[in-house]
């Protein structure tokens, strides 16, 4: 039996879900609330985190081990780091890393803790169905790797540094911890973003200006998305 959960890191990134769905049950747990409904006859729980790593991780696995979603799909914003994503645009993550994760001290790559890896695979068949949506849907989506971190980037030098150091075309600040959970626990997870800025010296007044409008974008995309998780 399927219960999905969706997911984004701000309010602002799930109104427009919850808009969708209509009617939903609230529950407060773990100091967060959990929107609870039935779409299309499938059960489905809906979050904000808050934002950065930690908040995402504790979402991500009261999500899935505390309400039982068995799929996991993030919708939100991020900062494009490749020059071909300009605010608006779409990235699915194909892998996704922590750029801020450093023992490099001790001879290990960005990235990387023993036992762990750099990188995390996203779910292959719903990044396949994305094509589908998106051809659907009259869209372009590009896929792509996301570097996340407990930080929000707004320089030129250190976005150049994530893009190189993890050939990362997009971050944000949740994905990768997400990505972990959902990993850990064997649960298939999709990972879209909406280009709200170019994390540069003006990304967050592209930031307050976008999130919005890129929230709707991506949203719009991932209830889509479920459309086609529920036919399969
Ligand atoms: N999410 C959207 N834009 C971002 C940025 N510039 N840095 C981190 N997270 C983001």
Known sequence: MK???IMGAMPEEVAPILEKLGEYKTTKYADNEYYEATYKGVEVVVAYSKIGKVFSTLTASTMIQHFGCDKLLFSGVAGGINPSLKVGDLIVATKLSQHDLDITA????????PEGAVYVDA?????AMSKEVASDMGKTVQEGIIATG???????ERKNWIGETFNADALEMEGASVAVVCNA???PFFILRAISDAADMDASFSFDEFLETSAIISAEFVMKMLDKVIAK
Do not use: C, S, T
């Open 3 to 5: 219960k999905i959960a």
């Open 106 to 113: 001790f001879g290990h790559p960005f990235g990387f803790v």
């Open 123 to 127: 779910d292959k068949e719903m990044i």
């Open 150 to 156: 407990d930080q929000f980037v707004a320089n030129e």
């Open 185 to 187: 626990l064997d649960v």
